[in-house]
């Protein structure tokens, strides 16, 4: 794992989100004020911009450079919230040596993160309906040593059973807090565009393990 | 979408170098990162910043001057700006006596804020304004938005500051303020957010949205087109029930226009606060008519009581010399 793998996640990221534009888009203006997409692609064209400076970098300085781009660019909720997910990954990628369960700590660490800024867990109907029930699947997964592919397979179902709880739970963290029971019946546009990227990055990884594996 | 613009990506910073220049007696645009300072500090003056999404012209950078703020950082519309802002203008406006920041409550405005307060090697605090009484569940750990109110803080915590008064008065008097001030507004159209260009919610020609909110989040309900007085005395209720001023109490009354709604409409609106009010025994001292907090083109306004006393009145009354409030200076 080095930077070229950050850059290609955060490429594999970007195309995806690039593709659910309008469903966001749609969903955010539903109950909160359409501007997460748009945060969003600032935020991954701006890591697009400075390709050069991450794939040169090892993987722990890759993601401590992406969450302070991150911060700078994208504002809103997702700048800060982001951050804290690469900056806490970044501090936890110390002693990884290729063991999932060290790659399970370190998202959950980034997760952790991302709470503690946040000041939110799950139920309130955010991203981290999809963040710690992955984070949790993980670890569980990770400790039971089966097959990365299997793993890498899982995480997108995971991510996918939180999207559709938030559909019934009532906002109350977020913009979407401000409308109350008016935000029943509609899923969390973070929590969606969470399970975009996440799908998005395990098929990436998915691919480059594949590939390396295939490799002679 | 109809917008004066040339390209979407360039909206704001044109827009802020029209501004800048426009104001150049008064402002200077700083860029990379952006923020709005004073042209001319008070030295040992306790430094207040403000900041928050584009799109509420005049907020905040409009109040950057003698009597008011020492900075703006105006984000992406409807975003947040970012800490690296923040901790800039936080640099540049700094005369020892520390940092006031005054921020909107929003998740994304105050985690954006807590992170440059962490990182800010200046003395500093926070005052976080939640003045908009629509939301009708306080258990909301968010809790409320914070809108046109804002303007009164930034007002009279700016007066006091050029006083002298230190960081600790400062951020105490702007908190007691907030508290005694409250906000709710009405939409009769939707905004159209420059980069979405389309709206970001439907009316029909006959319906409203009580309790919107600033980024044209929905309100507490959708109701029928209602007169004037029916909009004025549901909005004033609605803040009265939450302030409960004592009778003959004082009264700032702010009327705030959304951006797409005409100042004749904003004064009739006033005058039927105004009697609203009387009848209940409450006294219309102060007020200030105009688009102060605006959403975009969005039509509607908002109604903002501020429960005075004698300091607050006074500092409200004393000059101020900023692009979008000026009077005695």
């Not at chain 1, 935000?183 to 395990?202: F, K, N, W, Y």
């Not at chain 2, 904003?266 to 039927?272: E, G, I, P």
């Amino acid at each position: 794992m080095n930077g070229k793998v950050v850059m290609d996640c955060i490429d594999a990221a970007y195309a995806s989100i690039k593709q659910h534009a309008d469903e966001i888009m749609v969903l955010d203006q539903t109950i909160g004020d359409g501007d997460h997409v748009f945060n969003l692609i600032r935020g991954l064209e701006a890591l697009r911009g400075i390709r050069g400076d991450l794939e040169s970098l090892d993987f722990a300085s890759a993601l401590k450079l992406a969450a302070s781009k991150v911060l700078s660019t994208v504002g809103g909720s997702s700048g800060p919230l982001f951050s804290s997910l690469l900056l806490g990954m970044s501090r936890a990628s110390d002693h990884l040596n290729g063991d999932p369960r060290g790659y399970a700590q370190m998202y959950a660490a980034g997760v952790k993160a991302v709470q503690d800024r946040g000041k939110t867990g799950k139920g309130s109907k955010t991203m981290m309906d999809v963040l710690i029930p992955v984070a949790e699947r993980l670890i569980e997964l990770a400790d039971g040593e089966p097959p990365v592919a299997l793993i890498l397979a899982e995480l997108p179902r995971e991510a996918a059973r939180g999207v559709l709880a938030t559909r019934d739970m009532l906002a109350t963290k977020g913009r979407a807090s401000f409308l109350g029971e008016r935000s029943l019946g509609h899923i969390d546009p973070g929590a969606r565009s969470s399970e975009i990227m996440i799908t998005a990055v395990c098929e990436r990884i998915g691919k480059f393990l594949s590939v390396r594996s295939n490799a002679p | 979408m109809k917008k004066i613009m040339n390209r979407v990506d360039d909206f704001l910073s044109e827009s802020l170098a029209g501004f800048a220049t426009a104001h150049s007696d008064v402002v200077t645009l700083h860029s990379d990162p952006v923020f709005v300072r004073r042209k001319r500090l008070t030295q040992g003056k306790v430094a207040l910043i403000s900041g928050g999404g584009s799109g509420h012209e005049p907020l905040h950078a409009g109040f950057v001057g003698y009597g008011m703020l020492d900075a703006a950082c105006p984000g992406q519309v409807f975003t947040s700006p970012t800490p690296d802002q923040m901790l800039a203008a936080a640099q540049a406006t700094d005369t020892g006596a520390g940092v006031l920041f005054i921020v909107k409550n929003y998740s994304g405005d105050v985690m954006n804020f807590e992170m440059a307060a962490e990182m800010c090697d200046a003395r500093n605090t926070m005052v976080l304004v939640k003045d908009d009484v629509a939301v009708e569940n306080s258990s909301h750990t968010t809790g409320r938005r914070g809108v046109a109110g804002t303007v009164i803080v930034e007002k009279v915590v700016g007066s006091l500051a050029e006083t002298g008064a230190d960081l600790a008065q400062c951020k105490a008097f702007g908190d007691r303020v907030a508290k005694r001030t409250g906000s709710m507004g009405v939409a009769f159209t939707s905004c159209i957010v420059p980069a979405a260009g389309t709206t970001t919610f439907r009316l029909g020609d006959d319906e409203m949205e009580v309790g919107v909110g600033i980024h044209g989040e929905p309100g507490r309900r959708r109701a029928k087109l209602a007169s004037a007085d029916a909009i004025s005395s549901e909005l004033l209720e609605s803040i009265v029930d939450d302030l409960e001023p004592a009778k003959d109490t004082e009264l700032l009354v702010l009327v705030n226009g959304l951006g797409g709604t005409p100042l004749g409409e904003l004064y009739l609106l006033f005058n039927s606060a105004r009697l609203w009010l009387e009848r209940k025994g409450l006294h219309v001292a102060r007020s200030l008519i105009g688009n102060v907090t605006t959403s975009l083109e969005m039509a509607g306004a908002s109604l903002t009581l501020c429960l005075l006393d004698d300091e607050i009145r006074r500092h409200w009354d004393t000059p101020v010399r900023t692009p979008a409030l000026r009077w005695g200076a």
